[in-house]
Every structure is written in structure tokens, then in C-alpha cells.
């Protein structure tokens, strides 16, 4: 987390939980939060439109419940577990499949960070090849499995954080994400 999202959410957190908290802070909490929760759910919908009611979706229900924040963990991880139910929600509720749904061809993700600013024009065809190839392998997950990947590998979540966000236990995550890491290897493994 960056410091100044840290700061932010400790100055937007009432002093009882999501009691007090008005307008006004609660949109500096938006302002603060929305550029990574929209990756978030960029990467698990695998669509922009959807990502993006996604987050209005777990904005409007942060707001909604805000007097439910118990304050047990940070105002940050509440929100990314709000916003993490609502991207599978859209899921869900679109009855996209899967194997429908890839990430978003402009996402700022990681995939991205394997390509150099000025590649060579056949190391960036091959780079670009690979972006494809992990975005289709992703694309062939289970909901569970592609959600499990991107919590633990894009964002850093515990395995703990991971099994409450999918309601699984420890071991069923670890399943989950064990499985998708072993798909992306198989399809990437150079053959012959």
C-alpha cells in the first residue's frame, strides 16, 4: 500500500469504525482507493465495462454499510473485499463465463511490466505473444482459480485474506491457486 493511501485511510476512519464518517471524507476514501480496486476488477472480470460496475457497485455498498465497519481490519482491506464480491458478482449477474472473459488488452498490469519501453521489434512481437498467451490461459480459469492468481499473485493478498474474499478455507485457496499457477506453466512451457 502506498504511504499516502496508509494516511488517507487511517484519516478517513472515524473514531468508531464507519460511524461519523460524512460525505466529504468518504469521498476522499473513493478518490484514495479507486485506481487500484478498478485494477482489481479489471483483472478479475477481464472487462472494463464490468470492472467498472463493478466498482460503482462496491462503492455504493461500502457507503450503504458503512455503519457495518467494525473496524476489525483496515478501511482498505474492507473495501477490497467489498470491491473483490462485487467484481465476482458481475460475473455472476452477466453469466460470463470464464472462458468468455480476458484481461483488458490496455490494463496496466504486470503483464505489462515484462515489456521494455523500446523493445526490439522481434523481442517486442514476442513479448506480445506471451502477454496473449497468459491472457488466454487466464481467460480458460475457473472463476475461483483466476481470482485466487490475481489476489495472490497481482496483489500480494495472504492466503487467509484470499479464503475469506472467495469463502474457502486455506487449503481449497492454495488448491486454487496451485492449480492456476500449474495451467499458466503448462501453457507456457516451450514445447518439443
Do not use: Y
Amino acid at each position: 500500500m502506498h504511504p499516502r493511501d496508509m494516511a488517507d485511510d487511517h484519516a478517513a476512519r472515524p473514531t468508531r469504525a464507519g460511524q461519523g464518517m460524512d460525505a466529504q471524507a468518504f469521498r476522499q476514501l473513493v478518490d484514495a482507493h479507486a485506481n487500484t480496486l478498478f485494477r482489481v476488477c479489471v483483472r478479475i472480470t477481464g472487462d472494463r465495462a464490468l470492472a467498472e460496475d463493478a466498482l460503482q457497485e462496491a462503492f455504493l455498498n461500502a457507503w450503504r454499510h458503512l455503519e457495518d465497519f467494525d473496524g476489525r481490519a483496515a478501511l482498505a482491506t474492507w473495501l477490497h473485499r467489498i470491491a473483490v464480491n462485487a467484481a465476482l458478482e458481475q460475473l455472476r449477474r452477466r453469466g460470463r463465463h470464464d472462458s468468455r472473459s480476458s484481461p483488458a488488452d490496455d490494463d496496466a498490469d504486470a503483464l505489462d511490466a515484462s515489456v521494455d519501453a523500446a523493445p526490439e521489434p522481434d523481442r517486442h512481437a514476442s513479448s506480445e505473444q506471451l502477454r496473449r498467451s497468459i491472457e488466454s490461459v487466464l481467460g480458460r480459469m475457473s472463476v475461483t482459480e483466476r481470482t485466487a492468481f490475481v489476489l495472490r499473485h497481482h496483489e500480494g493478498q495472504s492466503l487467509e485474506h484470499i479464503a475469506s474474499v472467495l469463502a474457502l478455507n486455506v487449503n481449497a485457496c492454495k488448491q486454487a491457486v496451485f492449480r492456476a499457477v500449474r495451467k499458466l506453466r503448462a501453457a507456457l512451457e516451450p514445447t518439443g
